[in-house]
């Protein structure tokens, strides 16, 4: 069984400032990985794919990065609208899709 | 514009029965997996199972398995997840996403549909 952790549970950041959320995967998914954010209220949005890419229309200041078992997210200058919570997904080993428990993202 | 539109939010009785719907438009809906994701009040995400609308082909989370129904009508361009018997653990949002292609990321996102299960 796979399991993804992901830290902090939540984690404060000023204005300006680099946010970095960690995920970590029970067993290596190469770099078959995804990060997500979700507003309240709101359904997810696909922000990394691949570990690394960026997807459609996210800003440069998010960049994803890792390999194996140990991901991270960077969010480069953190902005007000990026306060919200981030999940991890692994997709290694078709067809199973894992979630991790996500971390939430507040602005100091 | 690629989407999925989602049904609306469902009240219902234990042991009552729905099927919730998920329309994708802007795109070969054919072509593309989707799947379903629970989201249960104040929690995380949890895959439940996806579906390619091509020849229905279905593919659930083993810990899922026997408790929800997906199906497709490609001629519709709708997917489907159903209940036989609701239970009050049920009560979540459900999401339905689109599923990249190349990697197995869900890029497009219906706004979900919200079950509650309550007597």
């Known amino acids: 069984e796979m399991v993804m952790t992901q830290s902090p549970d939540t984690l404060s950041v000023s204005p300006g400032e680099r946010a970095t959320l960690s995920c970590r995967t029970s067993q290596s998914v190469s770099t078959n990985l995804a990060w997500y954010k979700q507003n309240p209220g709101q359904p997810p949005r696909l922000l990394i794919y691949g570990a690394s890419t960026r997807a459609t229309g996210i800003p440069a200041r998010f960049s994803g990065s890792g390999s194996g078992t140990e991901f991270t997210l960077t969010i480069g200058s953190l902005q007000s609208e990026d306060s919200a919570v981030y999940y991890c997904?692994?997709?290694?080993?078709?067809?199973?899709?894992?979630f991790g428990g996500g971390t939430k993202v507040e602005i100091k | 514009e690629v989407q999925l539109v989602q049904s609306g939010a469902e009240v219902k009785k234990p042991g009552e029965s729905l099927k919730i719907s998920c329309k994708g438009s802007?795109?070969?809906?054919?072509?593309?997996?989707i799947g379903w994701v629970r989201q249960m009040p104040g929690k995380g995400l949890e895959w439940m199972g996806i579906i390619y609308p091509s020849d229905s082909d279905i593919r659930y989370n083993p810990s899922i398995e026997g408790q929800v129904t997906i199906s497709a009508d490609k001629s519709n361009n709708t997917a489907y997840l159903q209940w036989s018997s609701l239970k009050a653990s049920d009560t979540a949002m459900y999401y339905c996403?689109?599923?990249?292609?190349?990697?197995?990321?869900?890029?497009?996102w219906g706004h979900g549909t919200m079950v509650t299960v309550s007597s």
């Open positions: 996403g689109r599923l990249e292609g190349v990697h197995d990321a869900f890029d497009i």
């Open positions: 997904q692994e997709y290694n080993k078709w067809p199973r899709i894992t």
């Open positions: 802007g795109y070969r809906f054919t072509s593309h997996w």
